[in-house]
C-alpha cells in the first residue's frame, strides 16, 4: 500500500514563527502537493512538485514556500506564520504518468495563536 | 480557470437508503478526469470514485456510481443501501487530461447517516 506521511496531526504555532510541516511517501511518486482545506472552501493547492529540486505555485503560494531536495520528502515552509493559516494542511503524492489515483497523507492542523 | 461547485453543504439519508450527491464543474477543456473523494473523521482521504470525461458509461464501484453528464457538466454521486460507515465528506474534484495529476476540488458535501 502506497503510504503518505505527514510528521505530525496536530500543531500549535506562534504568530511570526517560522513552521516546517513535512510529508514523506513511500512509493517512489514523481509528483508531490500541498494542499490547504478550509470549511465551505475545499481543498487548494498551494504547491506541487514533479521533481526533485521542482517546484511550482499553485492556487494560493503566497505565504509559502516548498522545498523538495529528496524525492521521498516535501516540506511545506510558513515563513513568518500569521492567524489567517490557520487550517488543515493535506499532503499528496502520484505517479508522474498520467490518469493515476493521488494518494493522501492523514492532514497537519496548525493553529497560529 | 476550472471551477467545481457543489451546492450541498449538508446532506442526511437513512440508514439502508439512497442518496445522491450534486456535483458540477466548469472547463473549457474536453478531455479530463472526474473524482469523488470520502473523507471520514480519520482524515485520511480516499478514492471513491472515478470518471474519464471521454467515457459515455457512467462509472460504478459497488454501492456507488455515478451520473456523468458531460454537456451539463454535472457529476453526482450515488450511494445506494447507505451504510453508518458512509458519514464523512465528500469532496467532488476535476483534473486536466495531463501529466501534471492536479485536482481542482468543490467545497465538499458533509453526509450523515441516520440509523
Known amino acids: 500500500d502506497v503510504k503518505v506521511t505527514q510528521s505530525s496531526r496536530y500543531l500549535v504555532k506562534r504568530t511570526g514563527e517560522k513552521v516546517f510541516l513535512e510529508c514523506v511517501q513511500d512509493?517512489?511518486?514523481?509528483?508531490m502537493f500541498w494542499y490547504r482545506q478550509d470549511p465551505g472552501l475545499g481543498l487548494r493547492l498551494i504547491y506541487f512538485s514533479y521533481d526533485v529540486k521542482m517546484k511550482e505555485k499553485g492556487d494560493i503560494p503566497e505565504g509559502y514556500s516548498v522545498s523538495r531536495e529528496k524525492k521521498e520528502r516535501f516540506s511545506l515552509i510558513l515563513e513568518s506564520a500569521s492567524t489567517n493559516q490557520t487550517s488543515m494542511y493535506l499532503c499528496a503524492s502520484s505517479l508522474g504518468t498520467r490518469n493515476t489515483e493521488a494518494f493522501f497523507g492523514q492532514g497537519t492542523r496548525l493553529t497560529v495563536v | 480557470a476550472q471551477t467545481v461547485t457543489q451546492s450541498q453543504p449538508e446532506m442526511s439519508v437513512q440508514e439502508a437508503e439512497t442518496v445522491t450527491l450534486s456535483c458540477t464543474y466548469d472547463t473549457s477543456e474536453s478531455d479530463y478526469y472526474l473524482f469523488w473523494y470520502k473523507q471520514p473523521p480519520s482524515r485520511q482521504m480516499i478514492l471513491v470514485i472515478r470518471q474519464e470525461a471521454y467515457k459515455q458509461q457512467n462509472a460504478t464501484e459497488n454501492r456507488f456510481s455515478v451520473n456523468f453528464q458531460k454537456a451539463a457538466k454535472s457529476f453526482s454521486l450515488k450511494i445506494s443501501d447507505s451504510q453508518l460507515g458512509d458519514a464523512a465528506m465528500y469532496f467532488c474534484?476535476?483534473?486536466?487530461?495531463?501529466?501534471?495529476?492536479?485536482?481542482?476540488f468543490g467545497g465538499g458535501t458533509r453526509l450523515m447517516v441516520k440509523p
Open positions: 474534484a476535476y483534473r486536466r487530461d495531463n501529466a501534471g495529476n492536479m485536482l481542482t
Open positions: 512509493m517512489d511518486h514523481e509528483n
